[in-house]
Protein backbone atom coordinates (compact mmCIF):
# COMPACT_ATOMS: atom_id res chain seq x y z
CA UNK A 1 0.00 0.00 0.00
CA UNK A 2 1.41 3.40 -0.80
CA UNK A 3 -0.47 6.83 0.57
CA UNK A 4 0.40 10.39 -0.57
CA UNK A 5 -0.70 13.18 1.07
CA UNK A 6 -0.31 16.57 -0.82
CA UNK A 7 -0.65 19.94 0.79
CA UNK A 8 -0.42 23.63 0.65
CA UNK A 9 1.81 24.48 3.48
CA UNK A 10 4.83 23.16 6.05
CA UNK A 11 2.33 21.66 9.25
CA UNK A 12 -0.83 21.07 7.06
CA UNK A 13 -0.54 17.06 6.91
CA UNK A 14 -0.49 17.12 11.01
CA UNK A 15 -4.00 18.64 11.68
CA UNK A 16 -6.05 16.83 8.97
CA UNK A 17 -4.18 13.21 8.19
CA UNK A 18 -1.33 12.42 10.20
CA UNK A 19 -3.48 10.03 12.48
CA UNK A 20 -5.00 8.06 9.24
CA UNK A 21 -1.69 7.95 8.33
CA UNK A 22 -0.25 6.58 11.67
CA UNK A 23 -2.69 4.04 12.74
CA UNK A 24 -2.17 2.31 8.63
CA UNK A 25 1.38 2.40 9.57
CA UNK A 26 0.95 0.30 12.66
CA UNK A 27 -1.68 -1.47 10.83
CA UNK A 28 0.37 -2.80 7.63
CA UNK A 29 3.90 -1.93 9.16
CA UNK A 30 6.42 -2.58 6.29
CA UNK A 31 3.72 -3.17 3.84
CA UNK A 32 2.82 0.87 4.02
CA UNK A 33 4.62 3.55 2.62
CA UNK A 34 4.01 7.17 2.97
CA UNK A 35 4.55 10.26 1.17
CA UNK A 36 3.56 14.16 2.17
CA UNK A 37 4.56 16.74 -0.43
CA UNK A 38 4.37 20.13 0.26
CA UNK A 39 3.75 22.62 -1.78
CA UNK A 40 5.05 25.95 -0.99
CA UNK A 41 8.27 27.24 0.38
CA UNK A 42 6.69 28.51 3.78
CA UNK A 43 8.57 31.93 3.41
CA UNK A 44 5.20 33.89 4.16
CA UNK A 45 4.27 32.34 7.63
CA UNK A 46 5.74 34.22 10.19
CA UNK A 47 5.77 38.01 11.30
CA UNK A 48 9.19 38.51 13.29
CA UNK A 49 11.44 35.78 11.25
CA UNK A 50 13.17 36.76 8.03
CA UNK A 51 11.26 35.01 4.71
CA UNK A 52 14.89 32.70 4.18
CA UNK A 53 14.99 32.44 7.75
CA UNK A 54 11.44 30.67 8.12
CA UNK A 55 11.59 28.85 5.37
CA UNK A 56 15.07 27.29 7.05
CA UNK A 57 13.42 26.70 10.16
CA UNK A 58 9.71 25.33 8.72
CA UNK A 59 11.97 22.53 6.64
CA UNK A 60 13.59 21.43 9.49
CA UNK A 61 10.40 21.35 11.50
CA UNK A 62 8.58 19.09 8.68
CA UNK A 63 12.11 16.65 8.46
CA UNK A 64 11.53 16.34 12.36
CA UNK A 65 7.81 15.78 11.75
CA UNK A 66 9.06 13.38 9.01
CA UNK A 67 10.58 11.23 11.46
CA UNK A 68 8.38 10.91 13.88
CA UNK A 69 5.42 10.07 11.19
CA UNK A 70 8.31 7.78 9.54
CA UNK A 71 6.87 9.10 6.31
CA UNK A 72 8.79 10.32 3.36
CA UNK A 73 8.83 14.41 3.02
CA UNK A 74 8.89 16.04 -0.35
CA UNK A 75 8.99 19.64 -1.65
CA UNK A 76 7.54 20.34 -4.07
CA UNK A 77 9.64 22.12 -7.13
CA UNK A 78 8.44 23.70 -10.47
CA UNK A 79 10.15 22.37 -13.77
CA UNK A 80 12.54 24.52 -13.65
CA UNK A 81 13.84 23.48 -9.63
CA UNK A 82 11.96 26.57 -7.77
CA UNK A 83 9.69 25.62 -5.42
CA UNK A 84 6.17 27.53 -5.41
CA UNK A 85 5.83 31.25 -3.72
CA UNK A 86 3.63 30.89 -0.50
CA UNK A 87 0.71 32.75 -0.01
CA UNK A 88 -0.28 33.55 -3.67
CA UNK A 89 0.02 30.17 -4.78
CA UNK A 90 -2.08 29.62 -8.20
CA UNK A 91 -2.63 27.09 -11.09
CA UNK A 92 -0.77 27.06 -13.60
CA UNK A 93 0.78 24.66 -15.97
CA UNK A 94 3.78 24.26 -14.15
CA UNK A 95 2.22 23.74 -11.02
CA UNK A 96 0.42 21.05 -12.89
CA UNK A 97 3.10 19.47 -14.41
CA UNK A 98 5.10 19.35 -11.09
CA UNK A 99 2.25 17.30 -9.37
CA UNK A 100 1.69 14.97 -12.70
CA UNK A 101 5.44 14.05 -11.65
CA UNK A 102 5.23 13.79 -8.25
CA UNK A 103 2.26 11.61 -8.29
CA UNK A 104 3.80 9.34 -11.22
CA UNK A 105 7.03 8.96 -9.47
CA UNK A 106 5.81 7.74 -6.26
CA UNK A 107 2.30 5.83 -7.78
CA UNK A 108 0.36 5.84 -4.60
CA UNK A 109 -2.91 3.88 -4.07
CA UNK A 110 -4.43 6.57 -2.30
CA UNK A 111 -4.14 10.84 -2.56
CA UNK A 112 -5.28 13.08 -0.06
CA UNK A 113 -5.40 16.80 -0.72
CA UNK A 114 -7.38 19.50 0.70
CA UNK A 115 -10.97 20.17 -0.67
CA UNK A 116 -12.55 22.37 -2.80
CA UNK A 117 -14.76 25.09 -1.64
CA UNK A 118 -18.97 25.00 -3.23
CA UNK A 119 -19.73 27.44 -0.70
CA UNK A 120 -19.25 31.23 -1.49
CA UNK A 121 -19.95 31.63 2.21
CA UNK A 122 -17.09 29.49 2.89
CA UNK A 123 -13.69 30.75 4.16
CA UNK A 124 -10.49 29.77 2.15
CA UNK A 125 -6.61 29.70 2.00
CA UNK A 126 -5.31 30.79 -1.34
CA UNK A 127 -2.78 28.25 -1.17
CA UNK A 128 -5.31 25.55 -0.07
CA UNK A 129 -7.76 26.24 -2.92
CA UNK A 130 -4.89 26.35 -5.40
CA UNK A 131 -3.76 22.61 -4.61
CA UNK A 132 -7.29 21.29 -4.85
CA UNK A 133 -7.66 22.22 -7.38
CA UNK A 134 -4.47 21.54 -8.91
CA UNK A 135 -5.02 17.81 -7.68
CA UNK A 136 -8.23 17.87 -9.82
CA UNK A 137 -6.93 19.23 -12.65
CA UNK A 138 -4.19 16.96 -13.18
CA UNK A 139 -6.13 13.70 -11.69
CA UNK A 140 -6.87 12.73 -15.60
CA UNK A 141 -3.10 13.24 -16.56
CA UNK A 142 -2.01 11.10 -14.63
CA UNK A 143 -1.66 8.22 -16.60
CA UNK A 144 -1.23 10.06 -19.94
CA UNK A 145 2.68 9.90 -20.38
CA UNK A 146 2.84 12.88 -22.99
CA UNK A 147 1.23 15.32 -21.24
CA UNK A 148 4.01 16.96 -19.29
CA UNK A 149 6.97 15.76 -21.66
CA UNK A 150 8.20 19.52 -22.45
CA UNK A 151 8.87 20.18 -19.17
CA UNK A 152 9.96 16.84 -17.94
CA UNK A 153 11.54 15.22 -21.39
CA UNK A 154 11.46 11.49 -21.82
CA UNK A 155 11.18 9.31 -24.87
CA UNK A 156 7.47 9.65 -26.32
CA UNK A 157 8.37 5.74 -28.05
CA UNK A 158 8.28 3.89 -25.11
CA UNK A 159 5.44 4.68 -22.43
CA UNK A 160 4.68 2.88 -18.77
CA UNK A 161 1.29 2.80 -17.79
CA UNK A 162 1.01 4.64 -14.33
CA UNK A 163 -1.39 3.45 -11.49
CA UNK A 164 -4.28 5.92 -11.48
CA UNK A 165 -5.49 6.27 -7.50
CA UNK A 166 -8.11 7.37 -5.63
CA UNK A 167 -8.44 10.56 -4.29
CA UNK A 168 -9.85 11.38 -0.77
CA UNK A 169 -10.44 14.84 0.23
CA UNK A 170 -9.32 16.35 3.65
CA UNK A 171 -11.13 18.47 6.27
CA UNK A 172 -9.79 22.21 6.06
CA UNK A 173 -10.11 24.50 8.79
CA UNK A 174 -10.20 27.52 6.92
CA UNK A 175 -13.79 26.31 5.96
CA UNK A 176 -15.18 26.01 9.00
CA UNK A 177 -19.36 25.68 8.42
CA UNK A 178 -18.67 24.39 4.78
CA UNK A 179 -16.61 21.06 5.69
CA UNK A 180 -18.82 17.55 4.83
CA UNK A 181 -17.29 14.15 5.01
CA UNK A 182 -17.90 10.69 4.10
CA UNK A 183 -15.50 8.57 6.63
CA UNK A 184 -14.69 9.22 9.92
CA UNK A 185 -11.10 7.39 10.94
CA UNK A 186 -10.65 6.64 15.12
CA UNK A 187 -7.41 8.12 15.12
CA UNK A 188 -7.52 7.94 19.24
CA UNK A 189 -4.90 5.52 19.45
CA UNK A 190 -2.02 7.42 17.62
CA UNK A 191 -2.78 10.86 19.16
CA UNK A 192 0.63 10.76 21.04
CA UNK A 193 2.18 10.49 17.59
CA UNK A 194 -0.16 13.30 16.38
CA UNK A 195 1.03 15.74 19.26
CA UNK A 196 4.45 14.64 18.77
CA UNK A 197 4.22 15.61 14.98
CA UNK A 198 2.38 19.24 15.50
CA UNK A 199 4.82 19.49 18.25
CA UNK A 200 7.74 19.27 15.92
CA UNK A 201 6.44 22.89 14.26
CA UNK A 202 7.09 25.35 17.02
CA UNK A 203 7.64 28.18 14.77
CA UNK A 204 3.53 27.64 14.09
CA UNK A 205 2.36 26.63 16.92
CA UNK A 206 4.37 28.59 19.44
CA UNK A 207 4.74 31.66 17.53
CA UNK A 208 3.00 32.09 14.34
CA UNK A 209 -0.37 30.70 14.50
CA UNK A 210 -1.33 32.44 18.17
CA UNK A 211 0.04 35.89 16.91
CA UNK A 212 -1.62 35.62 13.26
CA UNK A 213 -4.71 35.12 15.65
CA UNK A 214 -6.88 32.93 13.05
CA UNK A 215 -7.55 29.66 14.54
CA UNK A 216 -8.35 30.38 18.00
CA UNK A 217 -5.47 28.73 19.11
CA UNK A 218 -3.27 30.02 21.83
CA UNK A 219 0.28 29.21 22.32
CA UNK A 220 1.09 26.31 23.97
CA UNK A 221 3.94 26.23 26.88
CA UNK A 222 5.23 22.96 26.80
CA UNK A 223 4.40 19.44 25.01
CA UNK A 224 2.01 18.45 27.83
CA UNK A 225 0.12 21.98 26.97
CA UNK A 226 0.12 21.29 23.42
CA UNK A 227 -1.36 17.85 24.01
CA UNK A 228 -4.37 19.63 25.75
CA UNK A 229 -5.06 22.39 22.86
CA UNK A 230 -4.76 19.58 20.56
CA UNK A 231 -7.19 17.47 22.30
CA UNK A 232 -9.51 20.48 22.67
CA UNK A 233 -8.71 21.49 19.00
CA UNK A 234 -9.80 18.55 17.60
CA UNK A 235 -12.81 17.74 19.59
CA UNK A 236 -14.33 21.12 18.94
CA UNK A 237 -13.26 19.47 15.35
CA UNK A 238 -15.69 16.54 16.66
CA UNK A 239 -18.25 18.45 17.19
CA UNK A 240 -18.53 20.35 14.19
CA UNK A 241 -19.07 17.70 11.84
CA UNK A 242 -21.21 15.95 14.32
CA UNK A 243 -19.47 13.20 15.88
CA UNK A 244 -20.82 13.16 19.62
CA UNK A 245 -17.06 11.10 20.69
CA UNK A 246 -14.40 11.80 22.77
CA UNK A 247 -12.26 10.34 20.77
CA UNK A 248 -10.37 11.83 18.02
CA UNK A 249 -11.26 10.96 14.88
CA UNK A 250 -10.20 12.42 11.61
CA UNK A 251 -12.84 13.14 8.31
CA UNK A 252 -12.39 12.35 4.71
CA UNK A 253 -14.85 12.57 1.35
CA UNK A 254 -14.17 10.24 -1.71
CA UNK A 255 -13.82 11.84 -5.44
CA UNK A 256 -14.26 10.86 -8.39
CA UNK A 257 -11.12 12.58 -9.60
CA UNK A 258 -9.08 9.37 -9.68
CA UNK A 259 -10.21 6.13 -9.80
CA UNK A 260 -13.45 5.80 -8.39
CA UNK A 261 -13.29 2.91 -5.74
CA UNK A 262 -15.57 0.28 -4.71
CA UNK A 263 -17.60 0.46 -1.91
CA UNK A 264 -15.73 -2.79 -0.36
CA UNK A 265 -12.38 -1.22 -1.18
CA UNK A 266 -13.01 1.64 0.61
CA UNK A 267 -13.92 -0.51 3.80
CA UNK A 268 -11.23 -2.98 3.65
CA UNK A 269 -8.81 0.05 2.87
CA UNK A 270 -9.07 2.39 4.99
CA UNK A 271 -7.77 2.15 8.79
CA UNK A 272 -10.14 2.17 12.00
CA UNK A 273 -13.15 3.32 9.96
CA UNK A 274 -16.13 4.36 11.93
CA UNK A 275 -18.98 2.88 10.84
CA UNK A 276 -20.94 4.49 14.03
CA UNK A 277 -20.11 8.23 12.44
CA UNK A 278 -19.17 7.68 8.97
CA UNK A 279 -22.34 7.67 6.29
CA UNK A 280 -21.54 4.41 4.89
CA UNK A 281 -25.15 4.00 3.32
CA UNK A 282 -24.61 7.26 1.28
CA UNK A 283 -20.99 6.74 0.11
CA UNK A 284 -22.37 3.09 -0.71
CA UNK A 285 -25.20 4.39 -2.79
CA UNK A 286 -22.63 7.04 -4.67
CA UNK A 287 -20.16 4.74 -5.59
CA UNK A 288 -22.09 2.38 -6.74
CA UNK A 289 -23.93 4.90 -8.94
CA UNK A 290 -20.37 6.37 -9.70
CA UNK A 291 -19.34 2.68 -11.11
CA UNK A 292 -22.37 1.93 -13.22
CA UNK A 293 -21.10 3.01 -16.37
Not at 6 to 24: K, M, N, R, Y
Not at 233 to 261: C, Y
Amino acid sequence: MRILSIHAHLDDFEFVASGTFEVWRRRLETQLTSQVIVSTDGKAGHHFRTRDETMAIRLKEQKASAAVGKYDFKLLRYPNGEVPREACLQVTSELLAALWKAIRDFQPDYIFAPPIPTSPLAGIHVDHVAVSEAVRKVAYMINVPHAFTPEYPADETRSKPCKVPVILSVYDAYMTGANSYDVAIDVEDAFEAMCQMCWCHQSQIVEWIPWVGRHAMRAPKDLDDCRAILRDRFLKRNQEMGVSSDRIHEFFTVTAWGEVPSFEQIENDLPNLSPEYSHLPELRQRLDRWRCR
